[in-house]
């Protein structure tokens, strides 16, 4: 069956760094694009960033470009986020995900979730 599990979240300092990991199995992962969601409390949940199967185009939301960078590492299923430079506005849950083909259909996974607190 198709996981992926977060991890790497925590409480940082304005200004400060993380690095998120999201380790999948149960699917062919150098096969899909990869995606980082967050939803902060009230608020819908929304795309942060996304990485190509290859990894060669990676897409940002405008409040995190160069700021955040994903990537990934085909040979150990395992997508990141580098999160730099981080605001009060960024804390949120993040969330793995990947729209996978099973047998007909393609179903949306994603993870447990990690939580990202900014704060002094």
């Known amino acids: 069956q198709v996981q992926l599990v977060e991890s790497g979240g925590g409480l940082v300092q304005p200004g400060g760094s993380l690095r998120l990991s999201c380790a999948a199995s149960?699917?062919?992962?150098?096969?899909?694009?990869m995606n980082w969601y967050r939803q902060a409390p009230g608020k819908e949940r929304e795309l942060v960033a996304a990485i190509t199967s290859t990894g060669s185009v990676t897409n940002y939301a405008d409040s995190v470009k160069g700021r955040f960078t994903i990537s990934r590492d085909n040979a150990g299923n395992t997508v990141y986020l580098q999160m730099n430079s981080l605001k009060p506005e960024d804390t949120a849950v993040y969330y793995c995900?990947?729209?996978?083909?099973?047998?007909?259909?393609?179903?949306?996974?994603w993870g447990q979730g990690t939580q990202v607190t900014v704060s002094s």
């Open positions: 149960g699917f062919t992962f150098s096969s899909y694009t």
């Open positions: 995900n990947a729209w996978v083909l099973i047998g007909m259909s393609v179903d949306g996974y």
